[in-house]
């Protein structure tokens, strides 16, 4: 008997053993136990050798253990995990992360890869904090055409108080791309019900727009849309810089207008009986004027012109005598004969004036003249006498 219970005693504290071990293989948390506090627990049941239960807990050993104990401790393992906590960079590791990270993506920038550019300045800026990797991260984001994320990473580049002298140029250039991507135009698609009505035109402020989308400013508008059959419906809306804005419009079908009775129609007035035009009366046949009178004075100048040239002639003889014997007789036929034949061609000329003048002018009434002015032909004639000689003078309109 007292060897049984030895053995008993023996198999016992062999299986305590054996699930003290395999908690140790199952649980890094009691793998870092000391092996020391495990041996008086394993002292304690060969104490209690004499005990029957004892010898009931023997075939349970010989595989994983299932005692209580092993069980409540086995629960923390479930939480523990595997990977370790990163420490916490020095300054040095942050500074050579940050270059490190900053090298690498000037390289993508300069390939035009301004994402992933993007994406290491900031890593880089979130290590050591700067201007630099502030100005090329807004940069990149501004070269992407993220107008919102651009105008923020440029601000936040003023923000952080960069040297005025060291980036004079860059602080510059920031303030101008925040005042220009500012007016960057918000787009707007505008949707109507019912759907693409017949005739849909639509106006920001009054200006005719094309299409569904458009292209608005920044700031407050009055959006129109108008369609056939359809009242037109406007709205205020209010964008901002590159915003991206759906708007819903529903259009109320109009009215007809109501049909208005059409009056009867008065009869046709008769047409106006137009009076014939009154004939003006035929005007009287002027006599023509007999060209006696006119005859008879061109005679009369005719006679005076043969008288003259008589005497001129006798006046050219005494001359010649007058020079050949220079008397005083002679003298005086000379002046005599002159005088005459002088007197003769005035009379001459005067009456010839006269009769041309009777021979050319008719007695055709004032109106008749001058409808006739245009076209009829006009004679004018002036006589002149002088102390030597006489002649006239004419004028012919045709």
């Known amino acids: 008997m007292r060897s049984r219970s030895g053995r008993l005693t023996m198999l016992t504290s062999a299986a305590m053993v054996s699930g003290l071990l395999t908690l140790t293989n199952v649980s890094p948390a009691f793998a870092q136990t000391d092996a020391k506090p495990a041996a008086p627990p394993a002292a ?17 050993a010989a595989g994983t253990p299932a005692t209580a104990t092993p069980g409540k401790a086995a629960e923390p393992a479930a939480t523990v995990t595997t990977t370790k906590p ?47 990797p502030k100005y090329k991260l807004a940069l990149s984001l501004d070269k992407q055409g993220l107008a919102v994320d651009a105008v923020a990473a440029w601000q936040a580049f003023l923000d952080s108080k960069p040297d005025a002298e060291k980036f004079k140029d860059k602080i510059t250039e920031a303030q ?76 109320t079908p109009q009215a007809p207008p109501p049909v208005a009775a059409t009056p009867a129609q008065p009869p046709a007035p008769p047409p106006a ?7 003006p009366p035929p005007t009287a046949p002027v006599e023509p004027r007999s060209p006696v009178p006119a005859y008879v004075t061109l005679g009369l100048a005719g006679a005076g012109a043969v008288v003259g040239t008589i005497f001129g ?18 003298a005086d036929r000379v002046d005599r ?31 008749t003249k001058a409808a006739a ?23 012919f309109t045709f």
């Open 44 to 60: 304690k049941p060969a104490a209690q050798a004499p005990a029957a239960p004892a010898a009931q807990a023997a075939p349970p």
């Open 86 to 132: 990163k420490k916490p960079l020095t300054e040095k590791q942050k500074k050579d992360e940050a270059k490190k990270l900053y090298k690498e993506a000037e390289a993508r920038f300069d390939k035009g890869e301004y994402a992933v550019a993007a994406d290491l300045y900031r890593q880089a800026d979130e290590h050591v904090p700067g201007a630099q």
């Open 176 to 251: 101008g791309r925040v005042e220009a991507l500012k007016k960057t135009p918000a787009q707007v698609r505008v949707a109507t019900t019912p759907e693409a009505p017949p005739g849909l035109k639509i106006a920001i402020d009054g200006v005719a727009q094309t299409g569904a989308e458009l292209s608005v400013p920044p700031g407050k508008h009055t959006l129109t849309v108008s369609a056939e059959g359809f009242a037109d419906a406007s709205q205020e809306i209010e964008v901002s810089f590159a915003e991206t804005r759906d708007v819903s419009v529903t259009l």
């Open 273 to 279: 009986t137009t009076p014939p035009p009154v004939q």
């Open 313 to 330: 002639i006798q006046a050219l003889s005494a001359k010649g005598d007058f020079d050949d014997d220079p008397t005083t007789k002679t």
């Open 337 to 367: 004969n002159a005088l005459i034949a002088d007197m003769s061609f005035a009379v001459a000329l005067t009456f010839g004036v006269t009769g041309a003048v009777l021979l050319l002018s008719d007695d055709t009434p004032a109106e």
């Open 373 to 395: 002015s245009s076209t009829k032909k006009n004679a004018f004639v002036a006589p002149f006498v002088s102390p030597t000689g006489g002649g006239a003078a004419a004028r």
